[in-house]
């Protein structure tokens, strides 16, 4: 069955100029980017499966740690400037990293990892890629956000809480993602390529569901990265093969970011 809405319809507002002239109009053009799967189709038995995407760097590591995973796909941008954070790209720098699609061993379940975060303008441009190519049955999403942007429902003050996990789905998904599993409580919300997933799901009648991980730092940590773990009685990734317990921490530690250097002594 192949996916079963058309995204033309929907579209990302553009980010507002502060002047109009021809020369930031030219200027926007060329961030535009196009992005290309390398290979651009999968083979039948990875399509109309369940997808789980990632998204960030601590789902992803979560993910390539925990679960066996085959390389199938992956998902390349022309431009660096997609990106968050990222203001002036270097032209001419060849394409960049932006998905990859991975099989999982035990399971008709396709894995995309999504470690950066995208400009809202991009947004739409890249899932309408990665719908188009897996066709999803169903949609879990996986994210981490910091614990400081969750507000308590019973106050106004932020959660006290350092490490926790929310959850928000579809009309249609019939079950808890885990047994005691909180839903996201108003008035959290979500945004970026969580937020376009969820809504797009919803509207195309997928069953699709997210867990958001709350943490104290933006930093992924083997802590954080543990944050994830009462998903793994979830039915949909439950049934998945597994790394070893000494394959998956070697896996963390390659992939967790690098200490930051003490700067203090160069203002001593």
Request: glycine share 4%.
């Given at each position: 069955?192949?996916?079963?809405?058309s995204?033309?319809?929907?579209s990302?507002?553009?980010?507002?100029?502060?002047?109009?002239?021809?020369?930031e109009?030219?200027?926007?053009?060329?961030q535009?980017?196009?992005?290309?799967?390398q290979?651009?189709?999968?083979?039948?038995?990875?399509?109309?499966n369940?997808?789980?995407?990632?998204?960030?760097?601590?789902?992803?590591?979560?993910?390539k740690?925990?679960?066996?995973?085959?390389?199938?796909?992956?998902?390349?941008?022309s431009?660096?400037?997609?990106?968050?954070?990222?203001?002036?790209?270097?032209?001419?720098?060849?394409?960049?990293?932006?998905?990859?699609?991975?099989?999982a061993?035990?399971?008709?379940?396709?894995?995309?990892?999504?470690?950066?975060?995208?400009?809202?303008?991009?947004?739409?441009?890249w899932?309408?890629?990665?719908?188009?190519?897996?066709s999803p049955?169903?949609?879990?999403?996986?994210?981490?956000?910091?614990?400081?942007?969750h507000?308590?429902?019973h106050?106004d003050?932020l959660?006290?809480q350092?490490?926790?996990l929310r959850t928000?789905?579809t009309?249609?998904?019939?079950?808890?993602?885990?047994?005691?599993?909180?839903t996201?409580?108003?008035?959290?919300?979500?945004s970026?390529?969580?937020?376009?997933?969820?809504?797009?799901?919803?509207?195309?009648?997928?069953?699709?569901?997210?867990?958001?991980l709350?943490?104290?730092?933006?930093?992924?940590?083997?802590?954080?990265v543990?944050?994830?773990?009462?998903?793994?009685?979830?039915?949909?990734?439950?049934p998945?093969?597994?790394?070893?317990?000494?394959e998956a921490?070697?896996?963390?530690?390659?992939?967790?970011?690098?200490?930051?250097?003490?700067l203090?002594?160069?203002?001593t």
């Amino acid at each position: 069955m192949e996916f079963g809405i058309s995204l033309d319809p929907f579209s990302v507002p553009q980010r507002h100029a502060l002047y109009d002239s021809d020369e930031e109009d030219e200027q926007a053009d060329t961030q535009q980017a196009d992005f290309v799967f390398q290979p651009s189709t999968l083979d039948s038995t990875h399509k109309n499966n369940t997808l789980v995407v990632a998204i960030g760097q601590t789902a992803c590591i979560f993910a390539k740690s925990l679960f066996t995973l085959s390389p199938l796909s992956t998902l390349e941008a022309s431009t660096r400037g997609i990106f968050q954070g990222t203001y002036f790209p270097k032209t001419g720098e060849g394409s960049c990293l932006v998905s990859e699609l991975m099989c999982a061993d035990g399971g008709d379940v396709v894995f995309c990892l999504h470690e950066k975060n995208l400009k809202p303008e991009h947004v739409m441009a890249w899932f309408k890629k990665v719908f188009g190519v897996v066709s999803p049955t169903r949609v879990l999403i996986l994210t981490c956000l910091c614990a400081y942007m969750h507000f308590s429902p019973h106050s106004d003050e932020l959660s006290p809480q350092t490490c926790f996990l929310r959850t928000m789905s579809t009309s249609s998904w019939s079950q808890p993602l885990f047994d005691g599993a909180i839903t996201l409580e108003p008035p959290n919300t979500l945004s970026g390529e969580t937020a376009a997933v969820l809504t797009v799901c919803q509207l195309a009648a997928i069953s699709g569901a997210v867990a958001v991980l709350y943490t104290k730092s933006s930093e992924s940590t083997s802590e954080q990265v543990a944050g994830f773990t009462p998903l793994l009685d979830t039915p949909i990734i439950a049934p998945l093969a597994k790394q070893s317990p000494s394959e998956a921490a070697k896996i963390v530690k390659v992939m967790e970011p690098k200490p930051r250097e003490d700067l203090s002594s160069l203002y001593t």
